[in-house]
DNA sequence: GCGTTAGTGGGCTGGAAAGCCCAAAAAACG
DNA sequence: CGTTTTTTGGGCTTTCCAGCCCACTAACGC
């Protein structure tokens, strides 16, 4: 599943050396979700996985292949955790209120942002080529949402009018925005209020159950959470 | 108007020195925006402003009072564009989709992202000292939209039940968001969906002007634009 | 078991970049 | 018109860090 086509992992890789480069990974991920990119030096590396400068650079010559492992890394870690059993691949309201709550409720939301869109937006200008790694993952991740929203479509959940992509467009660039609003104000409220009002369009076009309970003059019930 | 309370300006300033001055900040914020933070260094600096090293040491004595200076200048920038009269203090629908107009069809958007945004995501992680100042001014900027979502309701624009807080952050985040996720994919489209998304959303708490010529099942109308 | 390949250690170096210094020119000011 | 302050020039140095090298050890395969 992992590392499919990937050159910096040179095949020959005895489960001890396996062992250290994920090693290495994970501080370096770490440190980097912490620290931001330009700020980890391989020192602190080296010292956090105890390793010594040759690991870095057997394991990963330059710092690009260092960055970009991590980016697939967390990409990996985020996509799973979005696929993962707990969100049901968001096929209601419910699983994007809870996936909204998870972050809210998560400290290091507003202390470091989203693993990978901080990493993102640090690097983006720099001369590391890894725009397309990046493109890739936020794509996927974009698809998670459309692919839900889609279902949910197809359930009868919401209505026909719904764009699943767009709305997936909303709720990632919300997610992201807020993340950084919410850094850069050291407080959650603002990706609190955004997702919140990210989800509360969405469910603008849900469609009542079965007969409607709710029967006011507006379709329209932005409230229950 | 600027640099009230501000020590990095030392007062004494002659108007040969308050122009070379405003030269390098000017140079700087441009290189900045294009390069980012770390990628532009001292010497590009001086050949693109035309000075010689001791005045970057005499008018920003530190990388970071420079940083710090370019961050009001693009925060008055940008606060200073969102007043314009171009958007009318946002008191109407229309003003918003003109915004959003305005920065989907701006080529930089998805090369270079927000002048104030793609900075503050670099940054925000570093030893900088800016954080203060970078917050403050996307409350400013927050304020706007929620200001003019809050005259919209004055003036029966918009439903009572708009949270003009709740969808100012929605805005804004969804801006940034959008900006980031545009940078990565070099296409303005993520942008652009999720800009129409939120004021579609916004549209959804519309009054109808005076007697309603739409009379439709649903109270919402996501479509006209 | 022995040769070959992978892993480890730590020191070193070449380059880049921020910040500083000495001194000269220009402007302000009495 | 002379003095003082500001502005400018360009070189220099100290710090930092990524990448590299040589030597040694451990593991694997035949």
Redesign the interface.
């Given at each position: 599943m992992e590392a499919t086509t990937e050159a910096p992992v040179p095949q020959r890789l005895t489960n001890k050396g396996q062992a250290t480069r994920a090693r290495i990974l994970e501080h370096a991920a770490e440190l980097i979700y912490?620290?931001?990119v330009?700020?980890t030096n391989n020192e602190q590396l080296r010292r956090a996985a105890g390793i010594s400068g040759s690991q870095l650079n057997h394991y990963f010559p330059t710092k690009e292949s260092l960055v970009l492992a991590v980016i697939e890394w967390q990409a990996e870690r985020v996509l799973a955790f979005h696929r993962s059993e707990r969100f049901t691949h968001f096929e209601s309201l419910d699983s994007l209120r809870e996936w909204a709550g998870f972050y809210v409720a998560y400290e290091r939301s507003y202390q470091?942002?989203c693993t990978l869109?901080?990493l993102?937006?640090?690097i983006?200008?720099?001369?590391l080529d890894v725009?397309a790694e990046?493109?890739n993952a936020?794509?996927q991740w974009?698809n998670i949402f459309r692919d839900g929203l889609e279902r949910m479509r197809t359930l009868g959940r919401l209505d026909a009018?719904a764009?699943p992509?767009?709305?997936a467009?909303?709720l990632?660039?919300?997610?992201?925005?807020?993340?950084?609003?919410a850094?850069?104000?050291?407080d959650i409220?603002?990706?609190k209020?955004?997702l919140?009002?990210?989800i509360?369009?969405v469910q603008?076009f849900a469609v009542p159950p079965a007969a409607g309970a709710l029967d006011d003059?507006?379709?329209?019930e932005?409230g229950p959470v």
């Open positions: 912490t620290k931001g330009h700020a470091e942002g869109g901080s993102a937006a640090e983006i200008k720099t001369d725009r990046l493109a936020f794509e974009r009018e764009d992509t767009r709305l467009c909303l990632l660039a919300a997610f992201q925005g807020g993340m950084l609003l850094q850069v104000a050291r409220t603002p990706l209020e955004a919140r009002a990210a509360d369009y603008t003059a507006s379709g329209r932005p």
